[in-house]
């Protein structure tokens, strides 16, 4: 298996507050990506980053913002969060460069925003 | 833009039976296409994968999926589900065209195995 954790694993939180969720990996894959899981809707993109410092957005991406400053870790920022952002959000990583392109998957974590 | 089609939100098989989850996937070039597991609970598994050359892939836990060009397809198939099969399946689409890898994934293909 890939070494990916997430942290927490879950979180309850109140509305308005910033909440900032983890993903560390072993592997040192350069691309990193942050899904939320919904109900009827798979998987969608947040945000993803191909290095250090370098991060763009996904299809939902308003509400949360990223950072990386270390290859291993990938951060993802609820800066006030909202009822509408109760997810399971899971981190994947990729080594694209070697023109493979499968994600390897953390175990998520289970976000609820009261 | 690419995309993923997964027609089917729910199928019910017995133990034993044979399996059949369709994927339609829309993409301008030659497409990098995945099958993914994922047990409740759990994050996603790759199942298997195909890039190019012979069309029929073989995957982990049994699977199989065939690439169809003409069709624009990627369906998965098991020959004899297991209970322990049960699960949510999706299918993804990549290629070289795609910035930084990204995938597109399909909404989901929950399976229910019947004892």
């Known amino acids: 298996d890939a070494g990916i954790t997430q942290s927490p694993r879950h979180k309850v939180t109140e509305t308005g507050t910033p909440v900032t969720l983890r993903c560390h990996q072993t592997e040192n894959h350069r691309y990193m990506y942050w899904y939320r899981q919904d109900p009827g809707h798979g998987l969608r993109l947040i945000h993803y980053s191909y290095g250090v410092k370098d991060t763009d957005k996904g299809e939902v991406s308003d509400g949360y913002s990223v950072s990386r400053s270390k290859t291993e870790d990938f951060l993802l920022t609820l800066e006030s969060a909202t009822s509408s952002q109760t997810s399971v959000y899971f981190c994947?990583?990729?080594?694209?460069?070697?023109?493979?392109?499968?994600?390897?998957f953390g175990p998520g974590t289970r976000l609820t925003v009261t | 833009a690419q995309s993923v089609t997964q027609p089917d939100i729910h199928i019910t098989v017995s133990e034993g039976a044979s399996l059949e989850l369709r994927c339609n996937y829309s993409?301008?070039?030659?497409?990098?296409l995945f099958w993914y597991v994922q047990s409740p609970g759990q994050g996603l598994q790759l199942l298997l994968k195909?890039?190019?050359?012979?069309?029929l892939v073989q995957g982990i836990k049994g699977f199989e999926a065939e690439f169809k060009r003409s069709q624009s397809s990627f369906n998965l198939r098991k020959p004899s589900v297991h209970w322990s099969d049960a699960a949510e399946y999706f299918c993804a689409v990549a290629g070289l065209n795609t910035n930084a890898g990204k995938s597109t994934f399909g909404d989901g293909t929950t399976l229910t195995v019947k004892p």
């Open positions: 994947a990583i990729s080594e694209s460069d070697s023109g493979s392109y499968e994600q390897y």
């Open positions: 195909y890039f190019s050359g012979d069309t």
């Open positions: 993409y301008g070039a030659t497409p990098y």
